[in-house]
């Protein structure tokens, strides 16, 4: 179930849910999100049908908006844990990074003992959608995660999906319930725990929102910077948003400079990473188009070192690379910047307007460039997310651009063995403690990096109460993430 401070906000958000909650657990009626009663095609792009369309990038400086049509950018990025084998590891719904308070979150049902979204292996995180046009224009905007659910979102939507189900309206349910991350719902019925059940379907349905004029001076909720990345985010030349009318924002309207959304979800991804002895490092493009940069990143407590592929994978292609050593390696701060300011090449290049690269790698680079470990971060073909993450838009914007970064954290041989050591050590009580703290200090990344040892380990029964513990508990704090 939710906590009781999730259930306060969520009550603004769930009226128009609570007609259609008890039909549908009798497995008697169907629902979903339409506008003007039938759903959108996807917001096309400019280019051959199928084809990520070829772009005049001109140099850094010249990347802003030209001030003529209706254009939207997105950049996001998705999180995953690779075993040396390239078997994608579960457990990542704990959070590196606290939203500010007025972000919309179902996620706190994910972090219960014995949570579903402990199966979920891809962690979609910070997504933001930029809107840019000459003169004020409404719009309708809605997105789909087929293999997922969408978790926490900013502004508030006109409907969401899977809902959230309200006190009384199924037997047994007593308080706001989240039935697609609450292991314990009491399900009425086979066809509910289909309906509701499953992390798929995710939908957001903002419904028609506001794109206000340029120069509008908006008050925008507080989050500063000293305490919330989010304000990063918010240093592009992007025309201001207003949602009113719906459900969280009916007494005042709410203004952001983007939409933002995160989720979890089970998906293939583009690329299958696998990492051999010695920091030998394996990137297969599984698709049928090619993969945009490659960076292989290895950070050290005091340093760190990154090995750029601006020319990406071919389609069927492999790269074989290796993780930089870190002997001589240039000290962290010094790696950072450099590291970040290549990400921002390669991110020009993709179309985004240059404001919104540098406010993307901001956004990311003290946990993605500072956080110690091995992890490959590859751009993935437009057509790709498009499929993952379907986004609707009417009227059809004169042209989109949405890029994605993967992250994925690479388990190599030698990180295996350490944390099979660590795990092998829990079933001594004289040294169990020790062996716990050699997880716990892992952060977020500590549910699947024991889960990861107990599997090679063979699923001992000694690993299971730290496996609770961590699987419940919130790590943001940890591994200087």
């Not at 009626?29 to 990520?52: F, V, Y």
């Not at 939507?157 to 609450?182: E, K, M, Q």
């Not at 403690?433 to 889960?451: M, N, Q, T, V, W």
């Not at 063979?458 to 109460?465: D, L, M, Q, V």
Request: a negative charge.
């Amino acid at each position: 179930m939710v906590t009781a401070s999730t259930s306060r906000r969520l009550t603004l958000t769930l009226p128009f849910l609570l007609a259609i909650l008890i039909p549908a657990c009798s497995g008697t009626s169907d629902s979903g999100s339409s506008h003007d009663g039938a759903p959108l095609d996807p917001a096309p792009h400019r280019g051959l049908p199928g084809q990520q369309p070829a772009r005049d990038v001109p140099s850094a400086p010249d990347l802003a908006y030209p001030g003529k049509g209706f254009i939207v950018h997105e950049w996001g990025t998705d999180t995953v844990v690779v075993g040396s084998d390239g078997s994608l590891q579960p457990g990542l719904h704990h959070e590196e990074e606290d939203l500010p308070a007025f972000v919309y979150d179902r996620l706190e049902a994910g972090s219960l003992d014995g949570s579903t979204s402990t199966s979920v292996n891809v962690k979609m995180e910070t997504p933001v959608t930029y809107f840019y046009a000459e003169e004020p224009l409404k719009a309708y905007v809605q997105m789909a995660f087929p293999k997922g659910v969408f978790t926490q979102w900013y502004p508030a939507v006109h409907d969401f999906y899977p809902p959230i189900f309200a006190p009384n309206t199924v037997a047994g349910v007593t308080t706001y319930a989240d039935p697609a991350l609450d292991p314990e719902f009491p399900f009425g019925s086979p066809v509910c725990a289909e309906k509701y059940g499953a992390i798929a379907n995710g939908s957001l349905e903002w419904g028609t929102i506001e794109i206000l004029g340029r120069d509008g001076d908006i008050p925008l909720p507080e989050a500063p910077l000293d305490r919330f990345t989010w304000a990063h985010a918010r240093q592009v030349g992007a025309n201001p948003l207003r949602v009113a009318g719906v459900p969280g924002a009916t007494e005042a309207p709410q203004h952001e400079r983007f939409l933002f959304y995160r989720g979890l979800g089970n998906f293939d991804l583009p690329v299958r990473v696998t990492a051999g002895a010695g920091g030998a490092i394996s990137a297969e493009n599984t698709l049928g188009e090619a993969i945009g940069t490659v960076f292989v990143l290895n950070v050290g407590a005091s340093a760190g070192a990154f090995v750029a592929r601006p020319e990406g994978i071919a389609s069927g292609g492999t790269l074989v690379e290796r993780a930089p050593s870190l002997d001589g390696a240039p000290p962290l701060d010094e790696f950072v910047e450099a590291l970040g300011a290549s990400v921002i090449d390669a991110l020009d290049a993709t179309g985004l307007y240059h404001d919104e690269a540098v406010a993307m790698v901001n956004t990311w680079k003290r946990q993605w460039f500072r956080t110690p470990g091995v992890r490959v971060l590859y751009l993935a073909p437009e057509a790709w997310t498009d499929a993952s993450i379907p986004l609707t838009i009417d009227p059809t914007p004169d042209d989109v651009v949405r890029v994605m970064m993967l992250r994925v954290e690479v388990l190599s041989p030698e990180i295996e063995a350490a944390d099979v050591g660590a795990a092998r050590r829990l079933a001594d009580p004289s040294v169990a403690g020790d062996a716990a703290r050699h997880f716990d200090d892992l952060g977020r990344f500590a549910e699947p990096r024991l889960r990861r040892a107990l599997a090679l380990l063979g699923e001992p029964a000694y690993g299971e109460p730290l496996l609770a513990r961590i699987a419940a508990g919130a790590t943001a704090g940890a591994a200087r993430e």
